[in-house]
C-alpha cells in the first residue's frame, strides 16, 4: 500500500463547476497535510495546508480532513481553465526531529471552457 | 525577486559524465531539501540540510552528493550518471527541520543520453 494514494485521473470539470480531489494515507499519526499545485513543466506551489480535522477555506479553495478516515480532500469552486494542473497531496511522516514530506503521485485536473 | 532558484535549467549530458546543480534560497529559511521527480511525476526527497548539517539522507546511490556551504545555499553533485538518473530534480525551502511548508525552486531537467 502507498503512503499517499491519489486517483490519477484525469479528473475533468466544466468551467464553473466544483472540482472534488481526493487523497487517503497510510501512517495514522501523521498530522500535517498539503496540498500543491504542480502546472506542466512548472514546480509545486504550495495552495494549502490542513493540520485538524474539520474544513479550511481559503478562497475558491477549501481543504477537508478527517483523520479518523485517514482522509484528505481539496475542493475547488468555479473552477476556471487556469486551474488545470497536476495536484499534489502530500502528508508529513513522523520520526523523530526532521521534517519528511511523502507526496502522492498527483491527480490530473483538466477544466473545460 | 526569486525565493528558491537553481542552476541549471536543463542539463543535457552523456552516460559516465559527472554534473553538479546548485540551489540558492532567499527567504532565510534554515532547511533545504532535494527532490527527485520521475517520469511517472513521483516526488520523493533525496535529502535534507538544515543550518548546513545533513539531517535527512534517502536511500540514493552514493553517485549522488549533496554539499550545503552555508544555509542559503544546497548543491547536488552527480557523479558517472546513468541513464536512470534522468529526471528533474527540484529544489525545496523551510523555515525549518520539523516546518512542514516547502518551497519549490523552478527545478533542473536532467537528460543523461
Known amino acids: 500500500q502507498k503512503e499517499v494514494e491519489q486517483n490519477s485521473g484525469p479528473l475533468s470539470v466544466p468551467e464553473g463547476a466544483i472540482a472534488s480531489l481526493n487523497c487517503t494515507y497510510s501512517?495514522?499519526?501523521?498530522?500535517?497535510f498539503f496540498w500543491y499545485r504542480q502546472y506542466s513543466g512548472k514546480s509545486p506551489e504550495l495552495i494549502m495546508s490542513i493540520y485538524s480535522n474539520g474544513d479550511k477555506e481559503d478562497g475558491r479553495f477549501t481543504a477537508q480532513l478527517n483523520k479518523a478516515s485517514q482522509y484528505v480532500s481539496l475542493l475547488i469552486r468555479d473552477s476556471q481553465p487556469s486551474d488545470s494542473a497536476t495536484y499534489l497531496c502530500a502528508v508529513n511522516r513522523v520520526g523523530g526531529a526532521t521534517n519528511k514530506l511523502i507526496f502522492g503521485t498527483g491527480t490530473l485536473l483538466a477544466v473545460q471552457p | 525577486d526569486t525565493a528558491v532558484s537553481q542552476t541549471p535549467k536543463y542539463l543535457v549530458t552523456q552516460m559516465g559524465n559527472d554534473k553538479s546543480i546548485k540551489c540558492e534560497q532567499n527567504?532565510?529559511?534554515?532547511?533545504m531539501y532535494w527532490y527527485k521527480q520521475d517520469s511517472k511525476k513521483f516526488l520523493k526527497i533525496m535529502f535534507s540540510?538544515?543550518?548546513?548539517?545533513?539531517?535527512i539522507n534517502e536511500t540514493v546511490p552514493n553517485r549522488f552528493s549533496p554539499k550545503s556551504p552555508d544555509k542559503a545555499h544546497l548543491n547536488l553533485h552527480i557523479n558517472s550518471l546513468e541513464l536512470g538518473d534522468s529526471a528533474v530534480y527540484f529544489c525545496?525551502?523551510?523555515?525549518?527541520?520539523?516546518?512542514?511548508?516547502?518551497?519549490f525552486g523552478p527545478g533542473t531537467r536532467l537528460t543523461v543520453t
Open positions: 501512517d495514522r499519526v501523521s498530522q500535517s
Open positions: 540540510y538544515n543550518n548546513k548539517e545533513l539531517i
Open positions: 527567504l532565510g529559511h534554515d532547511t
Open positions: 525545496a525551502s523551510s523555515q525549518g527541520p520539523t516546518t512542514y511548508e516547502q518551497y
